[in-house]
């Protein structure tokens, strides 16, 4: 029905200010009140594109400035540690007669040492072994901390008052007196195995040195429980859903329940605590390397190459400068970077 005929007089007029601000009188036609057809209805229709969880997550992302930033710094640092090596002449390990203490120039763009090892590509497997450690020890932390926060979130009760109780006496535990205890404690067997056994894995961590290996142990042991109690807060929220007691009804048992609907509706969490423990692992590495009981030599990371430095620290400022800012740019980058991360991530941020 026409809307005339609704009125019953058409045409009818209206008033309306033109654009010169002139007040006058406009005439409808018949053919103004036609049905619009399909593709003009379309044209007025603004369809808002449809976005999957991760997509709307990097749209959110990309808005943060400072964690693009940081991101880019990450990606630089990357490279720097695992690409550059490839396409420099010198090795980490050379040592060059007669060019011991030089200053940065041309040949050697951040100097050499007093061993004559060139310091640019040291300090390119500084920052690889810092990178390797970090994400090493938050894979580490990743595993077991999600395992038992699921667990004890999932089955409740006295099992979770059990659980938790562990997790705060674990607390309690003072992490770099374990390290340092655990290094010593291990080093004499660690140095027997090494050079005792022809396996294949004992040449592996042989490179590592038992230090190393001690700070991997000191994560398994204690790091955890932070992405534990997270992980279990979320799956005390999540399984009373109606998924989850769907999948119950079904007859799924409780590792299915866990593995595939509880940990994946926990992604952004697990990825957010893990981004934000790389910095710690690397922190952690590099105060214990900077205190001489981190990598073995001749393996050096940002923080042992600042421990050597400081010996000249007035002759020659730059071999700490170097490191420690390169150190000091790649924690702050990530510690950004997760933030911005958990922001992105996190539903209820949502506008």
Request: glycine share 8%.
């Amino acid at each position: 029905m026409r809307i005339h005929k609704f009125f019953g007089v058409f045409p009818f007029p209206t008033w309306q200010m033109d654009v010169d601000g002139v007040l006058g009188q406009q005439t409808y036609k018949d053919d103004d009140f036609e049905k619009a057809g399909a593709e003009e209805k379309q044209s007025f229709i603004e369809m808002k594109p449809s976005l999957s969880y991760w997509q709307d997550a990097w749209r959110r992302l990309k808005k943060n400035q400072v964690a693009m930033v940081s991101l880019f710094i990450i990606i630089l640092m990357i490279l720097f540690a695992f690409v550059g090596p490839l396409f420099y002449d010198y090795d980490y390990t050379t040592q060059f007669r007669g060019e011991e203490n030089i200053d940065p120039n041309w040949r050697y763009p951040f100097g050499t040492d007093n061993h004559g090892r060139d310091l640019f590509v040291r300090t390119m497997f500084g920052a690889r072994i810092s990178l390797v450690i970090g994400i090493v020890a938050s894979l580490i932390v990743l595993v077991i901390g999600s395992t038992y926060g699921a667990i004890s979130g999932y089955f409740g009760g006295r099992v979770d008052d059990i659980m938790m109780r562990i997790v705060e006496l674990i607390y309690s535990v003072p992490d770099i007196l374990v390290v340092l205890l655990l290094s010593t404690a291990l080093k004499p067997a660690l140095t027997e195995w090494f050079n005792t056994s022809t396996s294949q894995l004992a040449k592996a961590l042989s490179v590592l040195g038992p230090s190393l290996i001690a700070i991997f142990i000191a994560f398994g042991l204690l790091y955890w429980v932070g992405m534990a109690r997270i992980i279990r807060g979320q799956v005390l929220m999540l399984k009373e859903q109606e998924y989850v007691t769907a999948a119950k009804a079904l007859g799924a048992s409780s590792s299915r329940v866990i593995r595939r609907h509880l940990l994946p509706n926990c992604i952004g969490q697990i990825i957010v605590t893990t981004c934000l423990q790389i910095p710690a692992a690397i922190f952690l590495e590099s105060f214990l390397s900077f205190l001489g009981v981190g990598v073995s030599a001749p393996l050096t990371s940002l923080g042992s190459m600042s421990s050597d430095a400081l010996g000249g620290m007035y002759t020659y400022p730059h071999r700490l400068i170097i490191p420690a800012t390169l150190l000091s740019l790649l924690i702050l980058s990530l510690n950004l970077f997760g933030d911005g991360l958990r922001d992105a991530l996190d539903p209820r941020l949502k506008k």
